[in-house]
């Protein structure tokens, strides 16, 4: 197992990127504008509280300093962010919409629940607010070779679909799991023009995709970008992805305050590494009224399998960054396991961890069974089918339901559509489905043979109809 580190000083292990030598100061990137009151105090720029830094090897400290140096320039220039925002409007398909749950209140308890709709994104997720304001950013560095890690496939489909955009050559690294529990996002990739790497090392999922996208970013770092697809890794990293994912937040104030004059009382999403809930989260932080909910893959329960690492985890220096961590008493890494394999992560972003130990957010686990029952529900209540991911935070609402009452006004984060899932879903929830299928693929083959027999063995069938006979010699 992967060694983690739970002492301030972190060691190297073996050469890998993610255990080198700490720098002795970690700096970042300066506070963006929103004057986030839970951003850390102008000398420890880069660390939310305890949490963040940067913990890189010698190798890649240049570009990550090259990366906070060039970050918040481009952000104050008002032509990259014009640019950004015009791809965002004109091929992303922003703003996206909030949509008021009509039937699934009665469902869950109550409330007024209004959805965010990133499914609605071109690529059917948040990930491309990111991924088109990385590599528009790797493009004004200079750099020619994009790197990116997947694990649901989301993030690789969408730092594929920036690529082919942009007109760059993309490599995408993704855990042997997923490429098979994922195969749809994987033959989306390729066909964008991408170079998909099956990572087969360790539990083959996210952390071991991103480990092998470290150790590239490693030995080709003079001209290669890493999309990191969370706001996770080492600083400037948690910043920028939070500030680009951001659109989801401000846009989804903006629509609620012009639907029905106030914030809402909630806002909740799905937790893995983190984005697309601090993308939401980020409009409201300052908002004290308005409670924050995160939600996490407690898979087969606390005692069994799970992604819980704000009910399990520990600090240690993981992935470039201080953060809770799935670890034993020795400081090794732990499996995580989710039905879902965008939460299956055995760590968290660093801002999330530190609005977790202030309490300004709440994190509630959901199970596989339950997310699978609120990926049910959605799609026959509201005829919306969601992310395994985005199905997290459906089955959360219950919970947030009773604690804060019938009258109160949620807003839901369905961060990526389901579309990637299907597989997964019939067989858990729906394996009449599956074997309906297969009874019509075996009946289909036997009757094409019938027919080939009875028309010749050079015989082109097309829809059962044959449209070319040569007729064996001597028939």
């Known amino acids: 197992m992967a060694q983690v580190e739970t002492r301030p000083k972190a060691r190297r292990t073996g050469g890998s990127p993610i255990g080198a030598t700490i720098p002795r100061r970690m700096t970042a990137a300066p506070q963006s504008d929103d004057d986030n009151p839970l951003r850390g105090p102008p000398e420890l720029l880069g660390q939310f509280g305890e949490f963040g830094g940067r913990y890189v090897a010698e190798t890649l400290m240049p570009a990550v300093e090259e990366l906070a140096r060039a970050w918040p320039e481009a952000w104050a220039d008002p032509t990259f962010v014009g640019e950004y925002r015009a791809i965002l409007r004109d091929y992303v398909g922003r703003p996206t919409p909030i949509t008021e749950a009509r039937r699934l209140p009665e469902a869950v308890g109550g409330g007024r629940i209004f959805l965010k709709r990133e499914d609605l994104n071109h690529t059917g997720a948040h990930k491309i607010n990111n991924c088109i304001g990385q590599v528009l950013l790797a493009r004004r560095l200079g750099k020619r070779r994009i790197i990116a890690e997947t694990g649901a496939g989301q993030h690789g489909v969408a730092t594929a679909t920036a690529c082919a955009y942009f007109g760059m050559p993309c490599v995408v690294y993704m855990g042997a799991e997923d490429v098979a529990r994922q195969a749809l996002n994987v033959v989306r990739m390729r066909l964008l023009g991408a170079e998909v790497r099956p990572v087969t090392s360790g539990s083959a999922t996210l952390k071991d995709a991103i480990n092998a996208a470290l150790r590239d970013w490693v030995a080709s770092v003079a001209d290669t970008h890493y999309v990191i697809g969370s706001v996770m890794g080492p600083d400037p990293y948690p910043l920028m992805v939070r500030e680009l994912q951001r659109v989801i937040g401000d846009e989804a104030r903006a629509q609620l305050l012009e639907r029905i004059g106030r914030l809402p009382d909630a806002a909740v999403a799905c937790v893995g590494g983190g984005s697309n809930a601090m993308g939401l989260f980020a409009a409201f932080v300052p908002d004290a009224a308005v409670k924050l909910y995160g939600v996490e893959a407690t898979g087969e329960g606390l005692q069994g399998r799970h992604a819980a690492t704000m009910a399990r985890g520990?600090?240690?220096?993981?992935?470039?960054?201080?953060?809770?961590?799935?670890?034993?008493?020795?400081?090794?890494?732990?499996?995580?396991?989710?039905?879902?394999?965008?939460?299956?992560?055995?760590?968290?972003?660093?801002?999330?961890?530190?609005?977790?130990?202030?309490?300004?957010?709440?994190?509630?686990?959901?199970?596989?069974?339950?997310?699978?029952?609120?990926?049910?529900?959605?799609?026959?209540?509201?005829?919306?089918?969601?992310?395994?991911?985005?199905?997290?935070?459906?089955?959360?609402?219950?919970?947030?339901?009773?604690?804060?009452?019938?009258?109160?006004?949620?807003?839901?984060?369905?961060?990526?559509?389901?579309?990637?899932?299907?597989?997964?879903?019939?067989?858990?929830?729906?394996?009449?489905?599956?074997?309906?299928?297969?009874?019509?693929?075996?009946?289909?083959?036997?009757a094409r043979a019938a027919l080939r027999g009875a028309a010749g063995e050079e015989s082109l069938i097309v829809d059962g109809h044959v449209l070319r006979s040569e007729r064996k010699e001597g028939t």
């Not at 300004?360 to 959605?378: F, I, K, M, P």
């Not at 006004?409 to 009449?432: E, F, I």
């Open 314 to 446: 520990r600090v240690g220096v993981f992935h470039g960054m201080r953060s809770l961590v799935l670890q034993t008493d020795d400081g090794q890494l732990l499996e995580a396991h989710s039905i879902s394999a965008g939460l299956d992560y055995p760590g968290i972003g660093p801002e999330h961890a530190f609005l977790h130990a202030t309490g300004r957010a709440r994190y509630l686990g959901v199970s596989d069974r339950e997310a699978l029952a609120a990926t049910e529900l959605l799609a026959r209540t509201e005829g919306i089918i969601p992310a395994l991911e985005s199905a997290h935070a459906i089955a959360a609402l219950p919970a947030v339901i009773r604690e804060l009452g019938r009258d109160a006004v949620v807003l839901v984060n369905v961060s990526g559509r389901g579309d990637k899932d299907m597989h997964t879903v019939m067989k858990h929830l729906d394996p009449a489905t599956l074997d309906l299928i297969d009874k019509a693929e075996r009946e289909r083959e036997a």
